[in-house]
């Protein structure tokens, strides 16, 4: 017997649209964190601006806290690649390329 095939959405499989959603919760969590703070950042809110329900929020992180953290994970990768790129700049002097 084979397996069944996993089940399509708008042409999308489980996995993506579970990362579709993750990704938006990152980018609202981005956006309320900085608008609304640690305190006003809550999730119900952050969950409103993705407009996901709770049930996705879970699916993600297990916390308020994780996904904060994972917010300021992602801020880092992204100083330190541009740190880097410009590192590694073949044109200008390394101060000022730093």
């Not at 579970?18 to 956006?31: H, Q, T």
């Amino acid at each position: 017997m084979t397996p069944p095939t996993p089940r399509r959405y708008a042409g999308l499989s489980g996995d993506q649209r579970a990362a579709l959603r993750r990704e938006s919760l990152l980018e609202a969590g981005l956006e309320v964190f900085s608008a609304a703070g640690n305190r006003g950042a809550t999730m119900t809110a952050i969950c409103a601006h993705a407009k996901l329900t709770e049930r996705y929020f879970y699916e993600s992180f297990t916390s308020r806290d994780e996904l904060l953290q994972k917010v300021l994970d992602g801020i880092a990768d992204e100083i330190r690649g541009a740190g880097l790129s410009a590192l590694r700049a073949s044109t200008g002097t390394l101060e000022q390329r730093v």
